[in-house]
């Protein structure tokens, strides 16, 4: 709260927000604040400064550690090796707003998912022990029924040999 126009902007991607709903973007940091107060991204104080919503940072923010109450909303992927938490492989925290970081997250796991190659058919096709869409639908669930206000939690995708489990903050 209380950030010059400019300041708001620089902490969010809005460019992604223009480009998520085939707007092109305006020119201008006034042109483009239009937009974003309608949708709730931003909100004009009454001293003329602005703030940035909650939406809007878990959407847009370049940075979600840098807002207080979303430090810890960051989405991280762990693969672990074997069946148990004993030993990561690898870990990533995805630091972005949702919407800017969602397609990095799926290729992120896709990476990580065992696969193989088929060329039977004279087509390389890639061959996948989960289906991506059901992948994306579950990590999209995932962000959008968390319980936002919980501090201290984020959500957790965890990958390990024969299972993925999807985690995310509050009750079902």
Request: hydrophobic share 35%; glycine share 6%; net charge negative.
């Amino acid at each position: 709260s209380d950030l010059a126009l400019d300041e708001a902007m620089r902490m969010l991607k809005f460019q992604e927000y223009f480009d998520s709903l085939g707007i092109p973007q305006p020119s201008t940091y006034e042109a483009a604040s239009h937009y974003l107060l309608e949708d709730g991204i931003i909100q004009k104080q009454d001293n003329g400064r602005y703030l940035i919503t909650n939406l809007g940072a878990m959407l847009f923010a370049k940075h979600l550690s840098d807002f207080k109450g979303l430090v810890r909303k960051s989405l991280r992927v762990v693969q672990y090796e074997g069946t148990s938490r004993l030993t990561i492989l690898k870990e990533n925290t995805f630091d972005e707003g949702y919407a800017i970081c969602f397609e990095n997250v799926i290729e992120y796991i896709k990476a990580l998912l065992p696969s193989k190659e088929d060329i039977s058919t004279g087509k390389r096709r890639t061959i996948t022990d989960y289906p991506i869409p059901a992948i994306r639908e579950a990590v999209s669930n995932a962000l959008i029924h968390q319980q936002a206000n919980l501090p201290g939690t984020s959500i957790l995708v965890e990958i390990f040999d024969g299972r993925i489990e999807i985690t995310n903050p509050g009750q079902p």
